[in-house]
């Protein structure tokens, strides 16, 4: 059983590295992230003085002074002092207070409005919350689909090598693997996309889905596989070689151990010692690599979905970035963030469920 301290102790260790990282990211966008927040008051007090005038029937002055002072109480629910609202506070209390604000509302998902428009990449509404939400789904079925088609082959390959160290299945499957690693993303991805959808015609070159979309959900799921294919096959093929050497060199050390070499001398057939005893000796460390593998790959995801056309957050934080929308950057930058955290922490629980010699209490 894994004891609950542990289970706190590296959950407070997975949230502290959060924290230190969105804090560096608020020093590193304060000014942006400012006038970002400034922006936003000045729309939603116009928004909200235009309504009450509407029913009021109010002049141009009123309205401004209607306008001005909804700006200074949207300001202070930012906790920020500025000399139009009468409020006059030091630069640095100003800066803490928005580190507050900034922290909390992050946390909480509560991120500022964005500015662009995403329905081009068939993204509904304008809440900068609800359209991440929507690109998720679609990054983790990319990500996690090639990083397990990735992951089978690695497990197949790795022991196989590991086994025949020195020969030329060996030789030749790590310079394999260390090429495949080595290659861009972006060029494997043009050559995918050349070779099978342009020249054979088996795969559509890009997007999720065709247009128009199949009529029946059956349809637009198998649809959805479709498109999915191509990119799933570029990234397993572009990670299954890396992965493999990492297997092989784990296995390395554990076909060394001494019950390995008990199995071998009671005559346990070799398969059964590569792929039942070794292999799950070094499954923590495949487990760890796995996720880590994952969460990495969420951040790689940007150059993947854009050679692909493919709608998740790589492709919604390259529109952010092209549309200047900070609101969508930093909530985006946050998120990934709080994936890569989440799946470490998950790995952790994962090494100490499979290896009965790290649990504790």
Excluded at 201 to 220: E, K, R, V
Excluded at 326 to 338: F, G
Aim: hydrophobic share 55%; net charge positive.
């Amino acid at each position: 059983m894994v004891s609950a301290r542990y289970l706190l102790m590296q959950a407070l260790k997975k949230f502290a590295v959060v924290l230190a990282i969105m804090i560096l990211t608020y020093v590193l966008a304060y000014p942006l992230y400012k006038q970002l927040l400034i922006a936003t008051a000045w729309h939603m007090a116009a928004l909200k003085a235009r309504s009450i005038a509407q029913m009021r029937g109010l002049t141009a002055s009123q309205l401004n002074e209607i306008i001005v002072s909804q700006f200074c109480l949207i300001m202070k629910t930012y906790h920020y002092c500025t000399p139009r609202c009468g409020c006059y506070e030091p630069p640095w209390v100003n800066y803490i207070s928005l580190l507050g604000y900034y922290l909390w509302s992050f946390l909480t998902f509560h991120f500022p409005p964005c500015s662009a428009d995403y329905s081009s990449l068939g993204f509904t509404g304008n809440n900068t919350a609800s359209i991440i939400a929507q690109a998720i789904p679609r990054t983790v079925l990319l990500i996690v689909s090639s990083t397990i088609v990735g992951f089978i082959i690695a497990l197949i390959v790795g022991p196989y090598i590991a086994n025949k160290r020195g020969t030329l299945a060996d030789n030749a499957i790590t310079v394999f693997g260390i090429a495949t690693y080595s290659f861009p993303t972006f060029y494997i991805g043009m050559v995918m996309i050349y070779i099978f959808a342009i020249i054979l015609h088996i795969f559509p070159p890009g997007g999720m889905m065709s247009t128009p979309p199949p009529s029946t959900l059956l349809g637009q799921i198998i649809d959805v596989l479709y498109h999915l294919a191509l990119p799933m096959i570029t990234l397993a093929f572009l990670h299954f070689g890396g992965l493999a050497l990492v297997i092989r060199a784990l296995l390395l050390n554990v076909l060394r151990e001494d019950y390995i070499l008990m199995a071998r001398a009671k005559g346990v057939p070799e398969r059964l010692v590569v792929y039942k005893h070794a292999l799950r000796a070094a499954m923590p460390s495949i487990v760890v690599l796995a996720a880590i593998n994952i969460a990495e790959a969420f951040g790689g995801a940007i150059i993947t979905e854009i050679v692909f056309n493919w709608p998740g957050m790589g492709l919604l934080y390259w529109q952010a970035i092209q549309s200047l929308d900070i609101a969508m950057i930093l909530a985006l930058t946050y998120v990934t963030i709080l994936i890569y955290a989440v799946a470490l922490f998950i790995a952790d629980i994962l090494s100490i469920v499979l290896d009965p010699r790290q649990r504790r209490g």
